[in-house]
């Protein structure tokens, strides 16, 4: 094995000072949108929230691409960005704004946390098969998944449990299937995803008998905005920057982050409470996914 296996995306020294600070906006406000959905949930109904937050970020980062020359995507472009936005921001961002209706923003982040998990298992139907160190990650993940099930306010609240699962399902399928298809390049791929997702999310918000509220309160609407703004924008071009400067590795450790950032988050600013099945819950999950990635990262790569 030769070292061109592992190449290292090229940034420049003046560019070089962005990568901690990509990662800590990747960490801190991806891990923080958890509890802005959970504030959002008290002005909007979850579909139509997602819907609202989807819809203009998508627009606006459409719009600016477009600006900037970007090329529109191509008809089947635009149909396997439908198909995994419906995936992963549709049913998977939907169904946690659903969740968090009933369980607090830290745990559903806990739980979404599982999401490598259910992609090991999924990998397998399309015949990679899977190390000994991928299956010990696997069995060590579900047990944190059975743990952090087992506390008070999960099983008190089966449907969420069970849309929070779903969610990483649908998440994890969306990713895995989106690899294997033409998409739209670089950030085009995520405004297009957004905006076709939206359209989902409106749908199942009319299917589900959700209306515009007639008064929305002031903190609602700021975390509406921040979702928009704050989470979608700069969230998504941070983790953006650091695909194109880091290796993978580090760019997906997201991953492992936002679940604890989400439940201090929670605890430190929303007074939410987390018991010790759903701490240790969620720490058996964390060591079950790191092992998935320590195994993914050791395998070698073949050279062209």
Known sequence: ??????????????????????LAAVYVIWGSTYLGIRIALT??????????????????????????GAPAPTPRQWRNAAITGVLLLGLGN???????????????????ACEPLFVAVIVVFYREKLRRTEVAGLVVGFIGVVLLNSGGELRGSPWA?????????????????????????GPMNVAAQMLCASLALGLMALLAGERWPVHVPVQAASALAY??????????????????????????????????????????????????????????????????????????????
């Open 227 to 304: 979702l928009i703004f704050v989470g979608s924008l700069v969230g998504f071009s941070a983790y953006l920057f650091l695909l194109k400067a880091v290796r993978p590795a580090l760019s997906a450790s997201y991953a492992y982050v936002n679940p604890p950032v989400a439940v201090l988050i929670g605890v430190l600013f929303a007074g939410e409470r987390v018991g010790t099945l759903e701490l240790a819950g969620m720490a058996v999950i964390l060591i079950g996914v790191v092992t998935l990635a320590l195994a993914r990262a050791w395998v070698p790569r073949r050279t062209r």
């Open 94 to 112: 939907g169904m946690v704004c659903f969740a968090e209706q009933y369980v607090a923003s830290g745990l559903a982040a806990v739980a979404v």
């Open 161 to 185: 449990a069970a849309a929070l699962l779903f969610a990483a399902a649908s998440w994890a399928f969306g990713s895995i299937w989106s690899r294997r298809q033409d998409m739209p390049p």
């Open 43 to 68: 002005g909007f109904p979850p579909f139509l929230l997602a819907a609202v937050r989807f819809v203009i970020a998508g627009t606006l980062m459409y719009v600016w691409l477009r600006a900037r």
């Open 1 to 22: 094995m030769n070292d061109t296996a592992y190449p290292i995306p090229a940034v420049t020294h003046e560019r070089r000072w962005l990568v901690p600070l990509a």
